[in-house]
Nanobody
Framework: QVQLVESGGGLVQAGGSLRLSCAASGSIFSIDGMGWYRQAPGKQRELVAV???????NYLDSVKGRFTISGDNAKKMVYLQMNSLKPEDTAVYYC?????????WGKGTLVTVSS
C-alpha cells in the first residue's frame, strides 16, 4: 500500500514563503514522477508543478519564478518551495505521484495566504 503524506502548509502573509514536503511510503519499486496540484475553494484542481525522473517539468504560469519543485527519489520525497506568496495562492495543495505505473494522491495540506 503506497501512501503520500504532505506537510508544511499553514498561514502566511502575502510576500512570505512556505516549503511543502511530500513523503511517499510503502511498497515502491519505481517512482516515475511526482508533482503538486492545488484546489482553491470553488475551483477545479490544477497542476502547480511536476518533476519527472528527477527533471523538473511544467509549472503553472502563475507560479513561474516564485515556486520551485525539487525531489529526492532515494528518500522518496518531493518538495515545493513557494516564495513571494500571493492571496490567490490560497488553496489545498495535493501531492501526486506516478509509482509503478499507478497514480496516487495525498490528502492535501492547506495553504492560506493573507493580504
Amino acid at each position: 500500500q503506497v501512501q503520500l503524506v504532505e506537510s508544511g502548509g499553514g498561514l502566511v502573509q502575502a510576500g512570505g514563503s512556505l516549503r511543502l514536503s511530500c513523503a511517499a511510503s510503502g511498497s515502491i519499486f519505481s517512482i516515475d514522477g511526482m508533482g503538486w496540484y492545488r484546489q482553491a475553494p470553488g475551483k477545479q484542481r490544477e497542476l502547480v508543478a511536476v518533476i519527472i525522473r528527477g527533471n523538473s517539468g511544467n509549472y503553472l504560469d502563475s507560479v513561474k519564478g516564485r515556486f520551485t519543485i525539487s525531489g529526492d527519489n532515494a528518500k522518496k520525497m518531493v518538495y515545493l518551495q513557494m516564495n513571494s506568496l500571493k492571496p490567490e495562492d490560497t488553496a489545498v495543495y495535493y501531492c501526486s505521484a506516478q509509482i509503478d505505473d499507478r497514480y496516487y494522491w495525498g490528502k492535501g495540506t492547506l495553504v492560506t495566504v493573507s493580504s
